[in-house]
């Protein structure tokens, strides 16, 4: 990963910088700021790069969303927040992370089998058209 980039848990001076990304609503970012539920990677003081850590039965660690802005990926930043997240969740006693991507999405999926999940089931129909949501566990060891 290139050394001008830095990761971390986003705070409430980052709210301009998140509302600008429009991932989710500003209401939403705000609750999850105190929960250190996104990580965000940053250069020159703009965003290349968002996680966002979400909960299944408020306690299973799921990313629910991940992105790079398009100049900056293949270059580890994903893996880097990725990275970032496990080791705070291995802090707090979890040994395990879930993610997902859509079933018509290849890159996205091949991404997950590259960091070291493994896919691990299937939500039919649940997108937009119809289309599948596979699930991938990864363990944190």
């Given amino acids: 990963m290139s ?12 709210l301009a910088l998140l509302q600008d990304a429009g991932f ?3 209401d939403i970012v705000r609750r999850k700021l105190d929960w250190h539920e996104i990580v965000i990677a940053e250069r020159d003081n703009g965003l290349v790069g968002y996680l966002q850590l979400e909960y299944l039965w408020s306690f299973i660690p ?28 291995r802090e707090r006693g979890h040994d395990v992370i879930y993610s ?12 997950h089998r590259h960091v070291g999940f493994e896919e691990c089931g299937i939500l039919a129909g649940v997108n937009k058209g119809g289309v599948g949501e596979i699930f991938f566990r ?3 060891e």
């Fill in 62 to 89: 799921c990313v629910g969303l991940i992105h790079v802005v398009p100049d900056y990926r293949r270059r580890g930043i994903g893996r880097g927040m990725l990275g970032y997240v496990e080791a705070f969740l």
């Fill in 100 to 111: 997902s991507a859509q079933a018509n999405e290849e890159e996205p999926q091949a991404w």
């Fill in 3 to 14: 050394q001008d980039v830095t990761i971390r848990f986003a705070s409430p001076a980052d």
């Fill in 138 to 140: 990864k363990r944190l």
């Fill in 24 to 26: 989710v609503s500003l």
